[in-house]
T-cell receptor, first 112, second 113 residues
Framework: QKEVEQNSGPLSVPEGAIASLNCTYS??????FFWYRQYSGKSPELIMS????GDKEDGRFTAQLNKASQYVSLLIRDSQPSDSATYLC????????????FGQGTELSVKP | KAGVTQTPRYLIKTRGQQVTLSCSPI?????VSWYQQTPGQGLQFLFE???????NKGNFPGRFSGRQFSNSRSEMNVSTLELGDSALYLC????????????FGSGTQLSVL
């Protein structure tokens, strides 16, 4: 069983809609969760981090964490074509600094 | 402030050769991690260095090694290259080992023929 799982997509949403990206993880003791965005041919870029249960909002992005269900999600409101990218969920298991476990990524396509 | 710099950007090698990749972290960042990215396996952790010491290691064979210098710059080496080593190798830096927010370089695309 993979440690961090994401729907591979592609996920296609119309411009202006809400995009919902989901991620589950296997290690119940994980404490830190991250969302990275990776444009085609580019390196991953950190867009959100979340450590506590509940929601964390940053502009059009909202990260949601439910540790009991071992589930973390990313909502993108008012999706724009420039949001089209692969979104990677990452989990710091064992609280080991720079050792992040990444999901396979969900490809998002926002259609004008 | 300059970002994470990786050199070279592209490399083509043949099976059996060895290769060395270089990474300069963001100024002031002291922790460097290395990741391998392939279409099939995604992003996989290789190792992490801080204060010239390896702190963590992923599940890769001993052919993969690395080191960090006193100025925090890091190198990784792959010996006896195999076709399956073809991948994008990404370096990421953070302020220190306790800081999990990683900043990635543009990567080195390695092709093994």
């Amino acid at each position: 069983q993979k440690e961090v799982e994401q729907n591979s997509g592609p996920l296609s949403v119309p411009e202006g809609a809400i995009a919902s990206l989901n991620c589950t993880y296997s290690d119940r003791v994980s404490q830190s969760f991250f969302w990275y965005r990776q444009y085609s041919g580019k390196s991953p870029e950190l867009i959100m981090s979340i450590y506590s249960n509940g929601d964390k909002e940053d502009g059009r992005f909202t990260a949601q964490l439910n540790k009991a269900s071992q589930y973390v999600s990313l909502l993108i409101r008012d999706s724009q074509p420039s949001d089209s990218a692969t979104y990677l969920c990452a989990v710091n298991m064992d609280n080991q600094g720079g050792k992040l476990i990444f999901g396979q990524g969900t490809e998002l396509s926002v259609k004008p | 402030k300059a970002g994470v710099t990786q050199t070279p950007r592209y490399l083509i090698k043949t099976r059996g050769q060895q290769v060395t990749l270089s990474c300069s972290p963001i100024s002031g960042h002291r922790s460097v991690s290395w990741y391998q990215q392939t279409p099939g396996q995604g992003l996989q952790f290789l190792f992490e260095y801080f204060s010239e010491t390896q702190r963590n290691k992923g599940n890769f064979p001993g052919r993969f090694s690395g080191r960090q210098f006193s100025n925090s710059r890091s190198e990784m080496n792959v010996s006896t290259l195999e076709l399956g080593d073809s991948a994008l190798y990404l370096c990421a830096s953070s302020l220190d080992p306790g800081n999990e927010k990683l900043f990635f370089g543009s990567g080195t695309q390695l092709s093994v023929l």
